[in-house]
């Protein structure tokens, strides 16, 4: 894993210089013009080496159901999840090479995977996705997707007013299961980290978030969940606490510098301020949040409030795709329309940092990844600056923001080891994952789900319509 990068451009304050970059042992050992070969040479002349980025918030088995539900709230969408075919654990494994390659290509060197879990093949479910992210080699942090109660319990009003059959595990059950996963598939030293991943306020108890905060404080693990997407939610936790979700979560000690949060979109001043107060981070995910009508995050008000913020592309069938450079040009420009004032307006240069060193800091690797400097793992992407869509020069962090080429990652290396190559994915054979989801899908269109259409009036009454 030693290799030099020749002539690259690369970002400092105020500009761009041309260098090389020195890699020895997974590791930048060098920044510096005319550096001794070591390794593999990478010609960098008209390129720009970035840090990766993190796709800091996504489903990947979502991908089987892509673009199939029609526009909808989040809770009228799930309820069109809900009754989507069962998929199996080798359906995990395909749309999790599927998830890693779109997420590569797109400039992302790792992945935060909230993954669904099959019942009754939790341990299958992740080790299928551990399997497909290694064989890709992105770095992975997979936060199993849990929760201990059942799905009407979304709704406002919905314990009291719908009928459900209990959960089908208990938080001990859950919990029991999650530990065995961290000692089976927890290996940060080779990018397999498992986070703890209740999926929010909607669907879990007490006594499974407080499980998860007692793992994470065993095995130094971060915490994962969704946080306030829709104006229901905001609802459900008023009903549900009697205050907000932020202050109950902070009443049992959920938020910590440990945990990162996704969409946070209905959030109070004093909620912010309870954010940067406990560090917790913000993964910023407006595609999904247009697409699902759930609103927009108030994300200038977190970074003046010292919040961290990230971006995550979401699940395939909520945004519908994997492209984190998609994800970060939208979550840049779409708050020139929420604040007046230009001076507070997200730049490319800021989006970039927070893209990489963000979703480094809301994962607490912050100190060896994120940035380009030198002592830090060495994942990496090089940018092709004479793709069309980067054409004619100007500047080139604006040009791959606001330009959004689709084919401009040249190489890619995470820990070091090259996993893209003019182009291309080197770790995998693309056109047979292509041939397979082909193969395993059908050109349809969906009908109105069965609990669609028992729950509709019932939302709509909550919410006013």
């Known amino acids: 894993m030693h290799f030099t990068v020749k002539n690259c451009l690369i970002n400092v304050t105020n500009g761009y210089i041309t260098t090389d970059v020195q890699i020895i042992d997974g590791k930048i050992a060098a920044i510096d013009s005319n550096l001794p070969i070591i390794g593999e040479v ?159 306020i909607q669907l879990c108890t007490d006594d499974l978030f407080i499980g998860c905060l007692e793992l994470s404080d065993r095995y130094n693990l971060c915490l994962h969940a969704h946080l306030l997407e829709t104006k229901a939610q905001e609802k459900l936790a008023q009903e549900k606490y009697g205050c907000t979700a932020v202050e109950h979560l902070q009443k049992i000690g959920f938020l910590t510098h440990k945990t990162s949060l996704a969409h946070c979109v209905w959030l109070t001043d004093n909620d912010i301020k309870i954010l940067a107060e406990t560090q917790s981070t913000v993964v910023h995910n407006p595609l999904s949040n247009l697409r699902l009508g759930s609103g927009i995050a108030p994300v200038l008000k977190y970074m003046q409030a010292g919040v961290n913020v990230s971006f995550g592309c979401d699940g395939s069938c909520s945004n519908d795709s994997q492209n984190l450079l998609e994800a970060i040009k939208i979550g840049a420009i779409l708050h020139n329309i929420t604040d007046q004032d230009y001076q507070t307006w997200i730049t490319p240069h800021k989006s970039v940092e927070m893209a990489s060193l963000g979703g480094a800091k809301g994962l607490k690797v912050d100190d060896k990844l994120g940035s380009l400097t030198v002592g830090k793992i060495a994942d990496l992407v090089l940018y092709d600056l004479t793709d069309l869509s980067l054409l004619p020069r100007t500047d080139p962090i604006g040009l791959l923001i606001l330009g959004r080429p689709d ?50 009036p019932h939302y709509r009454q909550v919410t006013g319509l």
Not at 414 to 420: A, E, H, L, R, Y
Not at 442 to 454: A, C, I, L, Y
Request: charged share 15%; aromatic share 8%; net charge negative.
């Open 42 to 200: 990478i010609n960098g002349e008209n390129k720009l080496l970035l840090p990766g980025f993190f796709n800091a918030h996504t489903h990947s088995s979502e991908m089987w159901f892509r673009a199939s539900i029609p526009p909808l709230p989040l809770e009228l969408w799930l309820a069109s999840l809900y009754d989507s075919p069962p998929i199996n654990v080798e359906q995990v494994y395909l749309t999790a090479l599927g998830t890693a390659v779109e997420t590569v290509l797109s400039g992302g060197t790792s992945v935060v995977d909230h993954l669904i879990l099959l019942p009754g093949q939790e341990l299958e479910t992740i080790a299928a996705a551990v399997r497909a992210y290694q064989e890709v080699g992105i770095r992975a942090f997979i936060a199993p997707l849990i929760q201990d109660e059942p799905f009407t319990y979304c709704f406002p009003n919905g314990k009291s007013q719908l009928e459900d059959t209990p959960f089908h595990a208990t938080a001990q059950d859950i919990l029991k299961m999650m530990e065995t996963a961290i000692q089976r598939f927890h290996d940060p030293a080779n990018g397999m980290n498992i986070l703890l991943g209740p999926t929010g």
């Open 407 to 456: 084919h401009a990652v040249c190489n890619a290396w995470v820990n070091g080891k090259k996993i893209v190559a003019n182009g291309e994915i080197t770790t995998i054979n693309v056109d047979h994952l292509k041939q397979k989801l082909f193969n395993l899908s059908n050109w349809q269109m969906r009908q109105k789900s069965p609990t669609f259409m028992k729950l509709e």
